[in-house]
């Protein structure tokens, strides 16, 4: 003798999650370039290996979506290119960050300079 036994399967449905991709792309992906060459005073997130981290509000230079310069206010500078001060610049492209519809939400550069000493310092600006 065999015995069935049928039951009904209740059916599951997950909770409904809202979520909005972001995505990390490059004015190279924008296919256009987002901020008109200039100065900007924006706000420079600093770092060394021998100084805490800071922030201050320097003037920058933007030329195709990257930076080429940073200016302290006593003067000085560091930029991109050949240098006689000893450090190489490394980064300073900015990457966009879009929403899934392609808006621009925010960006971000990173500069790092490395000295012959063995120094460096780390400059991180937010859009």
Do not use: C
Request: aromatic share 16%.
């Amino acid at each position: 003798m065999s015995v069935f036994i049928f039951s009904k399967a209740q059916s599951y449905n997950p909770p409904f999650v809202s979520h909005t991709p972001v995505h990390s792309v490059t004015q190279r992906n924008l296919g256009q370039v987002i901020l008109d060459d200039g100065l900007y005073e924006l706000t420079v997130e600093y770092q060394s290996n021998s100084t805490n981290y800071e922030i201050y509000t320097l003037e920058v230079r933007i030329k195709n979506d990257n930076i080429t310069h940073i200016y302290f206010g006593n003067g000085g500078y560091v930029h991109n290119g050949w240098n006689n001060s000893g450090y190489t610049w490394s980064g300073g492209g900015i990457k966009w960050n879009v929403d899934y519809y392609g808006n621009i939400i925010s960006g971000k550069a990173v500069i790092q300079l490395n000295y012959e000493n063995g120094r460096w310092q780390l400059f991180t600006i937010k859009f």
